[in-house]
């Protein structure tokens, strides 16, 4: 059976929380930019930073209020690294033609985004997602006036700790410059 990948989004007002079971999963906080992991039972409420929050979430079976989920398609021994970070490409930048060592589901937080894969593209509006399953090539662009920027998980091999995952279709972009700029918040082992 194949493992599940879901983003959640939460919106709460003060006060107001949502209790969880236990699974392994990212929560990020919009107001603050941070992320963290948890893999036992966790109660989300807004704070200081208000109460919007994505949620990624690991587990068998796709549930019907998820913005998006993706069953993946994994290789390996089941070890495996849950990443989470944050990608910002200037207003214009392009993300190269590329590939990831692993699945993921993004969510545009930052501005607009026109991503291509396998002929088809799509412009994606702030917090809207999109699954990319690691194998198949895609280029990005950030269309917008300013900064566009997604926070992503993953599920990359164990022996990515702390390494990046991307590799460049063609030759001739590896060394040109590459524009966008990432902050890692969660590579943590798991388990599938």
């Given amino acids: 059976m194949s493992p599940v990948l879901q983003l959640f989004q939460h919106r709460l007002d003060d006060g107001q929380t949502v209790a969880l079971e236990a699974a392994q999963r990212v929560v990020y906080s919009v107001g603050r930019n941070e992320a963290t992991f948890s893999s036992g039972p966790i109660v989300l409420a807004a704070d200081d930073h208000g109460g919007h929050l994505l949620r990624w979430e690991l587990s068998a079976d796709a549930e019907l209020d998820s ?11 089941g070890t495996y690294l849950m ?7 200037p207003a214009g930048g392009t993300a ?3 590939t990831h ?25 702030c917090f809207g997602a999109w699954f990319e399953n690691g194998s198949d090539p895609v280029e990005a662009h950030a269309v917008s006036d300013g900064t566009a920027a997604f926070v992503r998980v993953m599920v990359l091999p164990a ?32 388990e599938l």
């Fill in 67 to 77: 913005q998006l989920s993706a069953a993946l398609s994994l290789d390996g021994n």
């Fill in 83 to 89: 990443r989470c970070d944050r990608v910002e490409l």
């Fill in 96 to 98: 190269y033609l590329h």
């Fill in 101 to 125: 060592r692993g699945p993921g589901i993004r969510c545009l937080v930052e501005g607009r985004f026109r991503v291509q894969s396998d002929g088809l593209g799509q412009t994606v509006e």
């Fill in 159 to 190: 022996d990515l700790k702390g390494r990046s995952s991307i590799r460049y279709v063609r030759d001739s972009d590896r060394d040109k410059p590459k524009p966008q700029r990432y902050q890692v918040f969660v590579d943590e082992p798991i």
